[in-house]
Protein backbone atom coordinates (compact mmCIF):
# COMPACT_ATOMS: atom_id res chain seq x y z
CA UNK A 1 0.00 0.00 0.00
CA UNK A 2 1.17 3.59 -0.90
CA UNK A 3 2.04 6.39 1.75
CA UNK A 4 1.82 9.96 0.86
CA UNK A 5 3.87 12.04 3.55
CA UNK A 6 2.40 15.92 2.92
CA UNK A 7 4.91 17.96 4.49
CA UNK A 8 5.27 20.67 6.43
CA UNK A 9 1.51 20.37 8.31
CA UNK A 10 0.95 23.95 8.55
CA UNK A 11 2.48 26.87 6.40
CA UNK A 12 1.61 30.35 7.29
CA UNK A 13 2.19 32.67 4.73
CA UNK A 14 1.27 36.28 4.01
CA UNK A 15 -0.61 37.23 0.96
CA UNK A 16 1.50 38.15 -2.02
CA UNK A 17 4.23 35.44 -0.81
CA UNK A 18 4.98 31.99 -3.12
CA UNK A 19 3.87 28.66 -1.11
CA UNK A 20 5.20 25.08 -2.06
CA UNK A 21 3.84 22.55 -0.32
CA UNK A 22 5.55 18.81 -1.01
CA UNK A 23 3.80 15.43 -1.04
CA UNK A 24 6.16 12.21 -0.89
CA UNK A 25 5.14 9.15 -2.07
CA UNK A 26 6.25 5.46 -0.14
CA UNK A 27 7.40 4.51 -3.82
CA UNK A 28 6.74 5.38 -7.28
CA UNK A 29 3.27 6.51 -8.53
CA UNK A 30 4.78 8.07 -11.66
CA UNK A 31 2.93 11.10 -12.53
CA UNK A 32 -0.45 9.65 -11.20
CA UNK A 33 -0.92 12.68 -8.50
CA UNK A 34 -3.54 15.08 -8.09
CA UNK A 35 -3.46 18.16 -5.79
CA UNK A 36 -7.29 19.41 -3.74
CA UNK A 37 -8.02 22.42 -2.00
CA UNK A 38 -10.44 22.15 0.74
CA UNK A 39 -11.96 24.85 2.69
CA UNK A 40 -14.16 24.38 5.85
CA UNK A 41 -17.83 23.18 5.09
CA UNK A 42 -17.02 23.13 1.76
CA UNK A 43 -15.76 19.79 -0.33
CA UNK A 44 -12.43 19.19 -2.30
CA UNK A 45 -12.00 21.00 -5.20
CA UNK A 46 -9.68 19.65 -7.86
CA UNK A 47 -6.77 21.75 -8.55
CA UNK A 48 -4.28 19.71 -10.20
CA UNK A 49 -4.03 16.23 -11.85
CA UNK A 50 -1.16 14.16 -13.81
CA UNK A 51 1.33 15.84 -11.54
CA UNK A 52 1.07 19.26 -13.53
CA UNK A 53 -2.10 19.56 -15.00
CA UNK A 54 -4.55 22.34 -14.03
CA UNK A 55 -7.92 21.25 -13.51
CA UNK A 56 -10.82 23.31 -15.40
CA UNK A 57 -11.33 26.64 -14.03
CA UNK A 58 -7.79 26.85 -12.15
CA UNK A 59 -5.97 30.17 -11.79
CA UNK A 60 -2.71 30.11 -13.37
CA UNK A 61 -1.18 30.73 -10.00
CA UNK A 62 -1.20 27.18 -9.64
CA UNK A 63 1.46 24.89 -10.73
CA UNK A 64 2.17 21.29 -9.33
CA UNK A 65 5.50 19.81 -10.45
CA UNK A 66 7.80 15.98 -10.06
CA UNK A 67 7.26 12.64 -10.76
CA UNK A 68 8.11 9.24 -9.04
CA UNK A 69 8.09 10.24 -5.58
CA UNK A 70 8.31 13.65 -4.95
CA UNK A 71 6.06 16.09 -5.75
CA UNK A 72 5.62 19.70 -5.24
CA UNK A 73 2.52 22.12 -5.07
CA UNK A 74 3.58 25.96 -5.67
CA UNK A 75 1.01 28.97 -5.59
CA UNK A 76 3.06 31.56 -7.55
CA UNK A 77 1.94 34.30 -5.21
CA UNK A 78 -0.83 33.98 -2.50
CA UNK A 79 -4.14 35.41 -3.23
CA UNK A 80 -6.77 35.57 0.34
CA UNK A 81 -8.72 32.76 -0.89
CA UNK A 82 -5.60 30.32 -1.14
CA UNK A 83 -5.44 29.83 2.50
CA UNK A 84 -7.06 26.29 2.95
CA UNK A 85 -6.12 22.74 3.48
CA UNK A 86 -4.62 21.33 0.62
CA UNK A 87 -4.38 17.81 0.01
CA UNK A 88 -2.17 15.28 -2.75
CA UNK A 89 -4.21 12.04 -3.79
CA UNK A 90 -2.63 8.97 -5.34
CA UNK A 91 -5.36 8.25 -7.64
CA UNK A 92 -7.59 6.25 -6.90
CA UNK A 93 -7.68 5.39 -3.59
CA UNK A 94 -4.77 7.11 -1.42
CA UNK A 95 -4.86 10.41 -0.22
CA UNK A 96 -1.85 12.39 2.02
CA UNK A 97 -2.66 13.97 5.61
CA UNK A 98 -3.09 16.89 4.58
CA UNK A 99 -1.02 20.23 4.64
CA UNK A 100 -3.12 23.51 6.39
CA UNK A 101 -1.84 26.79 4.55
CA UNK A 102 -2.74 29.46 7.07
CA UNK A 103 -2.55 33.24 7.07
CA UNK A 104 0.48 34.55 8.84
CA UNK B 1 -23.84 21.33 -15.78
CA UNK B 2 -22.39 17.68 -13.91
CA UNK B 3 -24.60 17.88 -10.14
CA UNK B 4 -24.28 14.93 -7.31
CA UNK B 5 -27.01 16.05 -4.65
CA UNK B 6 -26.92 13.65 -1.58
CA UNK B 7 -29.39 12.74 1.01
CA UNK B 8 -29.50 14.34 4.27
CA UNK B 9 -27.58 14.16 7.68
CA UNK B 10 -28.49 11.36 9.83
CA UNK B 11 -27.80 9.97 13.45
CA UNK B 12 -27.70 6.64 14.05
CA UNK B 13 -27.15 4.61 17.12
CA UNK B 14 -23.79 2.22 17.22
CA UNK B 15 -24.42 -1.63 15.65
CA UNK B 16 -27.13 0.64 12.92
CA UNK B 17 -26.94 0.65 9.17
CA UNK B 18 -26.96 3.92 7.08
CA UNK B 19 -27.58 4.20 3.43
CA UNK B 20 -26.55 7.64 1.87
CA UNK B 21 -28.05 8.57 -1.86
CA UNK B 22 -25.95 10.57 -4.54
CA UNK B 23 -28.25 11.57 -7.28
CA UNK B 24 -26.35 12.72 -10.47
CA UNK B 25 -27.57 14.79 -13.14
CA UNK B 26 -26.04 16.64 -16.45
CA UNK B 27 -24.73 13.17 -17.87
CA UNK B 28 -25.12 9.51 -19.20
CA UNK B 29 -24.72 8.38 -15.48
CA UNK B 30 -24.00 5.11 -16.75
CA UNK B 31 -21.00 6.53 -18.72
CA UNK B 32 -18.96 6.86 -14.99
CA UNK B 33 -18.34 5.30 -11.92
CA UNK B 34 -19.18 6.91 -8.61
CA UNK B 35 -16.87 7.05 -5.68
CA UNK B 36 -17.22 7.43 -2.02
CA UNK B 37 -14.71 9.34 0.42
CA UNK B 38 -14.96 10.36 4.00
CA UNK B 39 -13.85 12.83 6.50
CA UNK B 40 -14.06 12.10 10.14
CA UNK B 41 -14.32 15.53 11.62
CA UNK B 42 -10.74 17.62 11.82
CA UNK B 43 -9.37 14.97 9.82
CA UNK B 44 -8.08 14.27 6.37
CA UNK B 45 -9.92 12.32 3.35
CA UNK B 46 -10.63 8.70 3.18
CA UNK B 47 -11.20 6.83 0.01
CA UNK B 48 -14.30 3.98 0.95
CA UNK B 49 -14.70 2.54 -2.80
CA UNK B 50 -15.93 2.44 -6.30
CA UNK B 51 -18.83 1.65 -8.48
CA UNK B 52 -19.11 1.35 -11.61
CA UNK B 53 -22.43 2.68 -13.06
CA UNK B 54 -22.82 0.82 -16.41
CA UNK B 55 -22.30 -2.96 -15.42
CA UNK B 56 -22.14 -2.64 -10.78
CA UNK B 57 -18.63 -3.48 -10.78
CA UNK B 58 -17.57 -2.17 -7.20
CA UNK B 59 -13.44 -1.78 -5.26
CA UNK B 60 -13.73 -1.16 -1.72
CA UNK B 61 -11.43 -0.14 0.80
CA UNK B 62 -9.88 -3.33 1.95
CA UNK B 63 -10.90 -1.95 5.77
CA UNK B 64 -14.52 -1.35 4.78
CA UNK B 65 -14.45 -4.73 3.45
CA UNK B 66 -17.62 -6.51 4.78
CA UNK B 67 -19.25 -3.69 6.43
CA UNK B 68 -19.89 -1.34 3.23
CA UNK B 69 -21.72 -2.04 0.10
CA UNK B 70 -22.43 0.29 -2.79
CA UNK B 71 -25.40 0.00 -5.33
CA UNK B 72 -26.91 2.13 -8.65
CA UNK B 73 -30.09 2.69 -9.63
CA UNK B 74 -29.87 3.45 -13.32
CA UNK B 75 -33.39 4.40 -13.55
CA UNK B 76 -33.13 7.51 -11.24
CA UNK B 77 -29.15 7.71 -11.52
CA UNK B 78 -28.76 7.13 -8.20
CA UNK B 79 -25.51 6.10 -6.61
CA UNK B 80 -25.89 4.88 -2.93
CA UNK B 81 -23.54 3.81 -0.28
CA UNK B 82 -24.28 1.49 3.02
CA UNK B 83 -22.35 1.24 5.99
CA UNK B 84 -23.54 -1.56 8.12
CA UNK B 85 -22.35 -2.48 11.90
CA UNK B 86 -21.51 1.30 12.39
CA UNK B 87 -18.84 2.21 15.14
CA UNK B 88 -18.36 5.76 16.36
CA UNK B 89 -15.54 6.07 14.25
CA UNK B 90 -17.73 6.11 11.67
CA UNK B 91 -18.67 9.84 12.02
CA UNK B 92 -17.93 11.74 9.42
CA UNK B 93 -18.91 13.52 5.93
CA UNK B 94 -19.40 11.17 3.83
CA UNK B 95 -18.67 12.31 -0.16
CA UNK B 96 -20.02 10.91 -3.19
CA UNK B 97 -17.78 11.96 -6.42
CA UNK B 98 -17.23 11.32 -10.16
CA UNK B 99 -14.06 11.71 -12.16
CA UNK B 100 -13.29 14.13 -15.19
CA UNK B 101 -9.52 13.30 -15.87
CA UNK B 102 -9.04 9.35 -15.20
CA UNK B 103 -9.72 8.35 -11.83
CA UNK B 104 -9.15 11.77 -10.07
CA UNK B 105 -12.32 13.57 -8.34
CA UNK B 106 -13.60 17.00 -9.86
CA UNK B 107 -17.32 16.85 -9.67
CA UNK B 108 -18.23 16.18 -5.64
CA UNK B 109 -21.45 16.01 -3.92
CA UNK B 110 -22.32 18.27 -0.94
CA UNK B 111 -21.65 15.80 1.28
CA UNK B 112 -23.98 13.93 3.69
CA UNK B 113 -22.85 14.32 7.81
CA UNK B 114 -23.59 11.21 9.41
CA UNK B 115 -23.26 10.98 13.34
CA UNK B 116 -22.89 7.67 15.13
CA UNK B 117 -23.84 7.93 19.14
CA UNK B 118 -25.50 6.24 21.29
Known amino acids: EIVLTQSPATLSLSPGERATLSCRAS??????LAWYQQKPGQAPRLLIYDASNRATGIPARFSGSGSGTDFTLTISSLEPEDFAVYYC??????FGQGTKLEIK | QVQLVQSGAEVKKPGASVKVSCKAS????????ISWVRQAPGQGLEWMGW????????NYAQKLQGRVTMTTDTSTSTAYMELRSLRSDDTAVYYC???????????WGQGTLVTVSS
Open chain 1, 89 to 94: QQRPNT
Open chain 1, 27 to 32: QSVSSY
Open chain 2, 26 to 33: GYTFTSYG
Open chain 2, 51 to 58: ISAYNGNT
Open chain 2, 97 to 107: AREKYGDYFYY
